[in-house]
């Protein structure tokens, strides 16, 4: 494991390049002109055709892509990445007919995962979530969203976003940290919602911002976890603090809570499943992004598909992510979740490309530094060995990753 500059720099003149479409928007090659992108200092300074570089620009080492597919780095908008133990057993659980909501009920789900994650300490944890990150940028992650949510109390909410902070720095990727305390109901107050969200509010929230722990605040708005009410007092509480929100919705029930979120400029609305025309509306005028998680949808063997054809044809933005947590999407596989959007959704390869790229940094709110690839961002892009961006879906099990440069930085190779 290397810290970011302890990676050698993508400083140069990189050739031999194939844009993936979508990929530098804007930019018009002739037909089957190789690119090139100047990199200095970390920066992007220039992206064009490789025959029409500009004076100056090609001093300094040259890196031949060799003919590679190029893509903005990759990015994962919704992880719950750290927390202690696995619940493979709830696994068997569902697979001999249980529900999510028996399970919960029988003790299992979150609250599973609560009580390993605040029995192990900090550095436990890091060393748990490290080799998941690993797994994960070994598919071209160049950005990550990793929520809290399993430690229910001042003390361990504040553990899991430290680990969060720590892998960024460790692994050299960026890290957006959302705190998620109305995740669900710790089990010291059970039967006091009301008072565990004041908790949240009043205690947990403005102590990790002004920790410089939170980039968003997220909660799970449904019948087993929180009210319509209950959210609005958490997103007030956001907005008091300056914080964006984000949120669980429509994941089991039409709840309304896009709505809701929509009214508070919500960043994304994620699972959205049960997803009504009012809240695809409301999503359509706020901006906000639908955020696609079809590993929870297989993993739970949902039936019921989001509104994929109503959210296209209103233009509400669809990003694509992980959602991996060790209950309901113990997935490990960026480009796997594209396959699976493709076939289980039906998004088309351009829409899931974008999904995990510039769609995907609006729900995290870094569509000025990530998602695509143009001058003046931070160098955050990736070589495949491939032909066509349609093999990024098409495949699952491989690894094509050829180059991956995260912040300026060249942050891991694969086989050429």
């Known amino acids: 494991m290397n810290t970011l500059n302890e990676l050698p720099s993508a400083d140069g003149l990189w050739v031999g390049l194939r844009l993936a479409p979508g990929a530098a928007p804007g930019l018009s090659l002739p037909e089957g002109a190789q690119a090139a992108i100047a ?4 920066v992007i300074r220039w992206i064009g055709d490789a025959q029409a570089v500009p004076a100056g620009l090609s001093e300094g080492p040259r890196r031949d892509g060799g003919g590679a597919l190029v893509t903005p780095g990759l990015i994962d908008c919704h992880t719950h990445l750290v927390y202690g133990g696995q619940r493979a057993n709830e696994f068997a659980m569902r697979l001999a007919g249980a529900s999510y909501e028996e399970v919960a009920k029988a003790g299992g789900g979150i609250v599973s995962s609560v009580r390993a994650t605040r029995e192990a300490d900090e550095d436990t944890l890091f060393a748990q979530a490290a080799p998941r990150l690993e797994q994960l940028l070994a598919d071209g992650v160049c950005a990550i969203e990793i929520k809290s949510g399993y430690g229910l109390s001042l003390e361990h909410e504040r553990k899991q976003l430290r680990v969060a902070r720590r892998l960024g720095q460790a692994y050299g990727v960026t890290v957006r940290t959302t705190f998620l305390g109305a995740h669900a109901l710790p089990p ?9 969200i004041e908790l949240v509010c009043r205690e947990m929230m403005p102590a990790l911002a002004a920790e410089g722990l939170i980039d968003a605040v997220d909660v799970f708005c449904e019948r087993i976890a929180f009210s319509l009410e209950e959210t ?4 007030q509480a956001a907005r008091a603090l300056g914080l964006p929100v984000k949120l669980h919705a429509e994941q089991l029930s039409d709840m309304g809570g896009a709505a809701l979120a929509a009214r508070y400029g919500a960043l994304s609305c994620d699972h959205v499943e049960h997803l009504s025309p009012e809240g695809i509306a409301a999503m359509r005028a706020a901006g906000t992004v639908a955020v696609l998680l079809p590993g929870a949808y297989y993993a739970l063997r949902d039936t019921h598909l989001p509104p994929i054809e ?26 796997l979740m594209m396959s699976m959007a493709c076939t289980l ?9 974008a999904g995990v790229t510039v769609h995907a940094a609006r729900a995290l709110g870094l569509s000025d530094t990530h998602g695509v690839i143009a001058a003046g961002r931070p160098a955050n892009f990736v070589l495949w060995n491939l032909r ?17 440069v995260r912040q300026g930085r060249i942050a891991g190779e694969g086989a050429r």
């Not at 010291?188 to 565990?196: L, N, Q, T």
């Not at 609005?232 to 997103?235: A, G, Q, T, W």
Request: glycine share 8%; hydrophobic share 40%; proline share 7%.
């Open 39 to 42: 990199v200095e200092q970390g």
């Open 188 to 196: 010291e107050y059970a039967g006091r919602s009301v008072d565990y």
């Open 232 to 235: 609005e007092r958490v997103f």
């Open 310 to 335: 109503a959210l296209r044809a209103a233009g509400v933005p669809m990003a694509v992510s992980t959602d991996h947590n060790p209950g309901t999407s113990p997935a490990l596989s960026l480009l």
């Open 345 to 353: 959704f039906r998004l088309t390869v351009p829409e899931t490309l």
């Open 388 to 404: 066509d961006a349609a093999e990024l879906a098409y495949w699952f099990g491989q690894r094509p990753l050829r180059t991956v």
